[in-house]
């Protein structure tokens, strides 16, 4: 029986499906980046309509309910994303201050 919740969960996991699709055809995402997050909505997709099927992966891990387990991985993968993007961020810092002191120099 699909309850309220997973309803909900369904047509987001679409709605964000259909968005990544239209970025990815926009020239917003690399193919790369296109399949990492359809990746990530259909396992979402999975999670939802049969959350009963991670019964056997929650025992060794020593998670008492899926919800737990789902929120550990959001919260790991949350970290992850943002220090890559913190990564991305100096980066981007240093090469604006590299060009800022060339024009600098270049006025003078």
């Not at 699909?2 to 699709?21: D, E, P, R």
């Not at 359809?38 to 998670?63: C, D, H």
């Amino acid at each position: 029986m699909i309850l309220g919740i997973q309803i909900v969960g369904f047509v987001f996991s679409l709605f964000m499906s259909y968005l990544t699709f239209l970025y990815y055809r926009r020239g917003d995402y690399r193919f790369r980046d296109f399949g990492v997050w359809m990746v990530i909505w259909t396992i979402f997709t999975y999670v939802v309509l049969a959350p009963n099927s991670f019964g056997e992966l929650l025992k060794p891990l020593k998670v008492s309910r899926l919800m737990d387990l789902f929120t550990i991985i959001s919260f790991i993968a949350v970290l992850g994303i943002v220090f890559y993007l913190y990564l991305i961020t100096r980066r981007n810092e240093d090469k604006i201050n590299r060009i800022v002191r060339e024009i600098a120099l270049n006025r003078e």
